[in-house]
């Protein structure tokens, strides 16, 4: 009996680790206001480059931005992984980036902001 209790709840925490957290495009945009005083969703410049666009597009490639070493060769395109990765740890994501801000550490906040990220075309 308790071989079959733990067969059990072993398949079910496999299921819970590989479901996908519900995404909330509007809660993300409401997390984004702690990304708004460096980034613009319109196209401008600031402190930190626009993320208008970022979903496909190459790291460290919006024309006028000045990134350090390491986005610039960062050598991969922003997707949800990638996007979620660098958002929850940035300078674990990515030795060397330059941004200052320690990661939003929060699974749930991160999908809903992802997911806004994701709308910005």
């Known amino acids: 009996m308790l071989k079959i209790f733990r067969h059990n709840v072993a398949v079910l925490l496999a299921a819970a680790a590989g479901a996908a957290l519900a995404q ?8 984004f206001a702690q990304c708004a ?16 666009g970022i979903a496909g597009r190459k790291a460290g490639s919006v024309e006028g931005f000045r990134y350090s070493r390491a986005l ?28 200052p801000f320690a990661g939003v550490p929060d ?15």
Not at 24 to 31: E, L
Not at 82 to 94: H, R, T, V, Y
Request: aromatic residues 6%.
């Open 24 to 31: 909330d495009p509007t809660a993300g945009q409401a997390a």
């Open 72 to 99: 610039k060769n960062a050598g991969y395109v922003w997707d949800a992984r990638s996007l979620d990765a660098f958002i929850a740890e940035p300078q674990k994501a990515l030795a060397g980036t330059l941004m």
């Open 107 to 121: 699974a749930q906040q991160r999908a809903d902001l992802v997911a806004f990220l994701l709308t910005l075309h």
């Open 37 to 52: 005083a460096c980034h613009s969703v319109d196209g401008s410049l600031g402190t930190g480059p626009s993320l208008r």
